[in-house]
């Protein structure tokens, strides 16, 4: 099936600390959403983007729609603790109008 | 602020049993999904439903899994035969279908299969 590579799989921060995590395709897409997901819940959608090279901001979160429609980056500037979590980039195929795919997850651990 | 709702929140159930996950989506929203998340794995795309019927469904949707609206606010996945490994979160989505218009999910609902 279709694949997102998303990456890192994992990454340990000291707080105040900026992250950055990305995710690609072989296929291109034309919607990426962000997620996050804290255990046991539901993914929620911190930012969505519609159009290659649109950059959106949400407070310290900043993501893009990469120009070749293949990829998307998620930074996050100045790391607190309750931005802990799993991070999960998903996207809709070009001529695709129903499933989102999912990648694989970035798991954020901060370090006191 | 409206938000997708889904009962129950765990479930345990004998492997062959049939269970049924219920969702209620946000009132004013025309497409629902159903998706999986194994524990500690991605999430999974399993069936889209719009106007009363099947619009995509994933490799894992096979012949054991079917939804249903049976009335104008319930969105329900059946699992006919469990299976051990049908063991995982399952989260219901909706949207209402606007331009630009993305999912919402709800909180799932943990389903183990013994």
């Known amino acids: 099936g279709q694949q997102l590579n998303q990456s890192p799989q994992s990454m340990f921060i000291q707080e105040g600390e900026d992250v950055s995590m990305n995710c690609t395709s072989s296929s291109i897409f034309n919607t990426w959403l962000w997620y996050k997901q804290d255990p046991g819940e539901g993914p929620v959608l911190l930012i969505a983007?519609?159009?290659a090279g649109e950059l959106t901001s949400n407070g310290r979160l900043t993501a893009q729609f990469g120009i070749t429609r293949k990829d998307s980056f998620l930074n996050i500037s100045a790391s607190i603790p309750s931005d802990v979590g799993i991070y999960f980039c998903a996207g809709r195929r070009e001529g695709s109008n129903y499933q989102l795919i999912w990648g694989a997850g970035t798991k954020l651990i901060i370090k006191p | 602020e409206p938000e997708v709702t889904q009962t129950p929140s765990h479930q345990v159930t004998q492997m062959g049993q049939e269970v049924i996950l219920r969702c209620v989506p946000i009132?004013?929203?025309?497409?629902f999904y159903w998706y999986r998340q194994i524990l500690g794995q991605k999430v999974e795309f399993l069936v889209s439903f719009y106007n009363n019927e099947i619009s995509e469904k994933s490799e894992i949707f096979d012949d054991q899994f079917s939804v249903e609206r049976p009335d104008g606010s319930n969105f329900t996945l059946k699992i006919r035969s469990t299976k051990l490994e049908d063991s995982a979160m399952y989260f219901c989505?909706?949207?209402?279908?606007?331009?630009?218009?993305?999912?919402?999910f709800g909180p799932g609902t943990r389903l183990l299969v013994l």
């Open positions: 989505a909706s949207r209402t279908g606007l331009l630009r218009e993305t999912q919402y």
């Open positions: 009132s004013n929203h025309l497409y």
């Open positions: 983007l519609y159009k």
